[in-house]
DNA sequence: GTTATACACTTATATAGGGAAGTTTGAAAG
DNA sequence: CTTTCAAACTTCCCTATATAAGTGTATAAC
């Protein structure tokens, strides 16, 4: 439809194909993202200018800005008002990871079963009270689960709740499955937000046992305090699950070709 | 400047500043985020529409398609085509651990120094070889190096190099600054992208003298696997640290009003 | 009653253009 | 030679508009 331009100067890189089911800027991303993949742009590198990216692919200002955000936000580049936009090296500061991607451990899958060990009233002790910022002495309950994931034991989880008649967070949680709506969440969920930390421990006698574990032995301690809408604590736990059995993987720099 | 166009509905919000340093789109992000804090918009949730919000706050289309892709991308909601936007609820599997939460222990300030505990040539057995992508018996670089912080020892790290005169990559390692290098990045990096993960292990003997631990006691392991612009493995070895020096922490749902 | 179509709604993508703000460069003035 | 300043270049931000594509509903045809 639209009339090609004669370019002078020859694209060595690819073109953007107006017929792609992927968008321009994607495309465009993708090339740029190529480029440095081949080692044309080195960590430091500054990329051609927009206007010129205008030029060379025959798109317009917005889808360029679009592309370069993109690269941006992952990382890979940095932009510099008045100056450039520059390579990203690869650092090993930027790695992140993500915990969703032990998921299927976490009961996402068939072949996962969820096991009530126990869940009975229990007044809070001085640190729980502190944790979920209510009086010593007042009721939570206090649960102890066991995932299992295709025959192994993966998860012990043990987790306080504040003992609330008024707050409709407590028959949610009680259910079995509400365990996988915690990890994966669902959209009656009355969580607002939380704080998760991981540990590295070693496992006790108790937990030696249920996780059928040599002792002494490394183990993942995902410690999780959630609030409701307003602001105040409602659940504090651990999930504790062996070392030997989690992998807990990330990349940095490029991320595929 | 400009006119204030005599809005039928009032806006319970609140409105832009076009006089603020902060972009117009960023301030809609912000407002759409502070409703949700607020509870004004639980999770499962429907954002007013784009073009509601176009004729609400006064803006173009383009900013409101950025301000809810910075959402989108943040993941606290989700866009589907010819449905609208909604709200995501908060799920654990959402959190993202960044490892650069522990730059300062890994030497970027002062006070952090790197002790070299030894640098030699070692050929290469089963497993490096494996992990490097050498044969058996090639020559390689082995470094055992002692990061301290504050006058503590933080990190133990080794390390294992293909020793190859025709890359550049030795030198530029065998400084001790290298390792601040490695984890923040430096703009002559040769490397291209690497892989890292993490490992929960208890200390053995040596790390626990080293890293004047008393044993046993669990420990962070980051083992990490760099690859040079040819896709060829360069570096491999690890990180390890005393578990109960190691905060690692992140936030799931609103992250900040 | 069932099916098919049209329409209204949503988000997604793209174009064209303009101005603001920071950086670099080089020429002019001292 | 040094300082000053203006211009060019960069990224950044925003507006206005148009088209495409997916979803749901109401209506018309059968």
């Excluded at 107006?18 to 993202?33: K, N, T």
């Excluded at 009233?121 to 649960?143: C, N, P, Q, S, W």
């Amino acid at each position: 439809m639209a009339h090609r331009p004669q370019n002078k100067v020859l694209q060595e890189t690819a073109s953007i194909d107006r017929d792609s089911f992927e968008p321009a800027y994607a495309q465009l991303a993708g090339i740029l993202r190529q480029s440095m993949a081949d080692g044309l742009l080195r960590p430091g590198d500054q990329l051609p200018s927009e206007a010129q990216l205008v030029e060379r692919y025959g798109v317009s200002p917005m889808t360029v800005r679009r592309a370069i955000n993109i690269l941006a936000d992952q990382g890979v580049v940095v932009a510099e008002q008045g100056r450039g936009t520059f390579v990203k090296p690869v650092a090993m500061s930027a790695a992140t990871f993500q915990l969703g991607q032990l998921e299927n451990l976490f009961g996402n899958r068939e072949g996962t079963t969820v096991q009530l060990l126990e869940a009975r009233i229990i007044a809070a002790d001085e640190r729980v009270a502190r944790k979920l910022a209510i009086r010593e002495g007042k009721r939570t309950i206090y649960i102890r689960r066991l995932l299992w994931n295709s025959g192994e034991p993966a998860f012990y989880h043990r987790e306080y709740l504040v003992y609330d008649p008024t707050r409709p967070i407590v028959e949610a949680e009680l259910e079995v499955t509400a365990l996988q709506q915690l990890f994966s969440g669902s959209s009656e969920s009355l969580l607002k937000h939380g704080e998760i930390s991981i540990d590295a421990t070693l496992l006790d006698e108790e937990e030696s046992r249920l996780l059928k574990a040599t002792q002494p032995m490394a183990a993942f301690c995902f410690e999780h305090l959630f609030y409701d809408f307003d602001d105040r604590p409602v659940s504090w736990g651990w999930f504790i699950g062996r070392a030997d059995r989690l992998r807990f993987t990330t990349q940095v720099g490029l991320l595929l070709g």
